[in-house]
């Protein structure tokens, strides 16, 4: 990052009682006589087998088996071996020991689509519902260890089949509906997996999109796959391979709503994640019943503050982590969560709020991306709508530029709302770090790591350093973290044990000021080096995007004879804002005087949209291989690769 980079600032927000006296975090900390939260992260990182199991007991994780060690280091910090002998199954703990009590009448589960209809289940009729689907697979002969594909709308369906997976014990394999073919058969092959949920289609933005024929091109090369259940969700004439093909409600409503919940070692394979690579091939993140939903839930208890009878819906898709992490989270906690099926605004910019509104959200859960989307489209839209319901906002995704975060927390949250800061990964089952209700927060930053998540920054050398940029990393391991990508334990190691002994390196630079507070700058891979001063393309960007006319943009280094890396810049404009020299030169000469003439971008080039992925970061490694006419690598987590093609016409 550039030497003269600032972070930091004032204290913008500061918990009051009403955050303070009922937070999951002040209730645990009195619950194991800790004093503070700093006494809090002293002794959570240092006794891990104390705080995870204090973790499961306050979570109230049941096993069958009782575990006989919380934790085994026997083979080393990258592969440690959690509840060691304990049985169970995280359905148990999501529907079945709610049955009886109160929890079971309360609303598990709210979806709503682009037409307005809404699908809302209790935890006892979610439980009865996933024992149907449970009871359809194992009458299909699937069981323990199979590996069982979720392509699908956000529906309650897919919560459904999702859970049903769990509760049989087989392996889900969240794949983001938006995929193509390709990337839908690389990642069933991967795990060869034996059945596919899936639906005829869905509706976005009035047009109704097919799924089930994209799934047909995919499983052509999955030999191993035998089943496919298909949702009939908007009507489309759809296909049906005999023997092969089931339509949901001719298999799945006519089961039984009563059926066994498998169980099996707590550390059995829940999920394989798939996330894009550096390369061709994804990466297949590996969770555990144990691990995920743990993490999960701690986070949405100590970060988001999610309680019983508060709703939380976070745009997303399944495909992503923080679908099952929604899902798992919000359950564990006895909470409700909604899902929305469709485009965040459509047929305009109010939907967001609409949704809030008409289902009195609580807890908000957006990313950078989509405000800074909306802010062009002004204020009138919030007034129209009584947004009181909102406690707290959770943003992941892209890093904050300081215009966007203020406009959520003054124009949306009245001043008043934490924006509870949230970045991790899907390795990570969560958070490394977050905000929390009972610490003060600056613009953009991030209140303290996770409880248990042991980080801290790393200079060149692997020195801990403040007030400075440097490498993400974590020191200790935790319940949540990955068992390695699935079928590539080699690859595992080197992505993130192999620069430090004993340190999990991230991949992101981070910072954290005199005052405590933490930022995440970008990847780390994305550093541009420009004579000599390293530059992160948040700097450049947040100067950008401060302009009225610029929505988003990507800053990208090219190969300079002389300087080593030329600055050039991607931006988007709101609509009907006219790009030009004139404009181009406005920028350029922003960049200037902020960050120094030797910095000035040696192009700013104009497009529509940046390619994104579906948890809405900038692939920047991607924008600079289309700029340059490389090869971009695996392209199937993004939802618009049509971008790619823009700014290699651009370039």
């Not at 215009?403 to 949250?413: S, T």
């Amino acid at each position: 990052m550039s030497e003269d980079y600032s972070f930091g600032g004032e204290f913008i927000w500061r918990p009051s009682a009403d955050y303070i006296d009922d937070a999951h975090l002040t209730r645990f900390m009195k619950r194991e006589d800790i004093p503070d939260f700093d006494s809090l992260m002293q002794r959570s990182t240092t006794d891990i087998a104390w705080f995870t199991e204090a973790i499961l007991n306050y979570l109230d994780i049941q096993f069958q088996t009782p575990y006989q060690n919380i934790l085994d280091l026997s083979k080393g910090i990258a592969w440690p071996q959690w509840v060691v002998g304990g049985k169970m199954n995280i359905v148990h703990n999501l529907l079945d020991k709610y049955i009886g009590s109160e929890i079971e009448h309360r609303p598990a589960l709210i979806t709503e689509d682009e037409t307005g209809e809404v699908c809302t289940f209790t935890y006892g009729e979610l439980f009865r519902r996933v024992n149907q689907a449970a009871n359809a697979l194992r009458s299909l002969g699937l069981g323990p260890g199979d590996a069982i594909g979720l392509y699908m709308p956000m529906t309650c369906e897919i919560v459904v089949a999702m859970l049903a997976i769990a509760k049989i014990g087989g392996i889900i394999l969240p794949l983001f509906s938006g995929y193509g073919s390709g990337a839908v058969a690389t990642r069933l092959a991967d795990t060869q997996a034996k059945a596919l949920f899936t639906a005829d289609g869905f509706q976005r933005r009035g047009r109704n999109i097919g799924m089930k024929p994209v799934a047909d091109q995919a499983v052509k090369s999955v030999p191993s796959l035998q089943h496919m259940i298909v949702t009939n969700r908007v009507g489309l004439e759809t296909d049906m391979a005999p023997v092969r093909d089931h339509w949901w409600h001719e298999l799945v409503d006519v089961q039984s709503t009563q059926a066994e919940t498998e169980t099996i070692d707590a550390e059995s394979v829940l999920m394989v994640i798939y996330t894009s690579g550096t390369t061709g091939r994804p990466k297949g993140a590996v969770h555990t019943h144990a691990g995920f939903p743990v993490k999960a839930a701690q986070d949405m208890a100590f970060g988001t503050d999610l309680h019983p009878g508060q709703r939380f819906y976070w745009m997303t898709d399944m495909g992503w982590m923080m679908g099952p992490w929604l899902v798992f989270g919000a359950m564990v906690l006895g909470s409700t969560f909604m899902l929305y099926d469709g485009a965040p605004d459509y047929p305009g910019p109010a939907k967001l709020w609409q949704l809030v509104e008409k289902h009195q959200i609580t807890t908000l859960g957006i990313s950078p991306t989509l405000i800074r989307t909306l802010m062009p489209s002004g204020d009138q839209h919030l007034k129209a709508h009584d947004l009181s319901s909102i406690k707290l906002f959770a943003s992941t995704g892209e890093p904050w530029n300081p215009d966007p975060w203020m406009w959520l927390f003054e124009k949306v949250g009245g001043g008043e709302r934490p924006i509870i800061n949230y970045s991790g990964g899907t390795e990570i089952s969560g958070g490394i770090v977050m905000g929390n209700p009972l610490l003060p927060l600056k613009p953009t930053a991030f209140s303290a790591p996770c409880p248990g998540i042991a980080a801290d920054v790393f200079d060149e050398e692997g020195n801990s350093v403040r007030d400075q940029v440097g490498e993400l990393v974590i020191k200790a391991p935790w319940i949540g973290m990955t068992r390695g990508f699935w079928g590539d334990a080699e690859r595992y190691e080197e992505t993130y044990w192999s620069r430090w002994p004993g340190v999990w390196v991230q991949g992101d630079f981070a910072a954290v000021d005199s005052d405590g507070q933490w930022y995440i700058l970008g990847r780390s891979d994305d550093t541009i080096k420009i004579a000599g001063k390293r530059l992160g393309p948040a700097e450049v960007e947040s100067i950008l995007v401060a302009h009225p006319a610029v929505v988003e943009a990507a800053a990208i280094g090219v190969p300079h004879e002389v300087k080593g890396s030329a600055l050039v810049v991607y931006c988007v404009l709101i609509d009907d804002y006219p790009p030009g020299d004139e404009l181009g030169g406005e920028l350029k000469d922003s960049i200037a005087s902020s960050l120094g003439k030797p910095l000035t971008p040696e192009r700013i080039l104009f497009i529509d949209d940046l390619p994104k992925t579906r948890n809405a970061k900038v692939m920047r490694r991607m924008v600079r291989a289309a700029h340059l006419g490389l090869d971009p690598g695996d392209t199937s987590s993004l939802v618009n690769p049509e971008a790619i093609t823009a700014i290699k016409k651009a370039a």
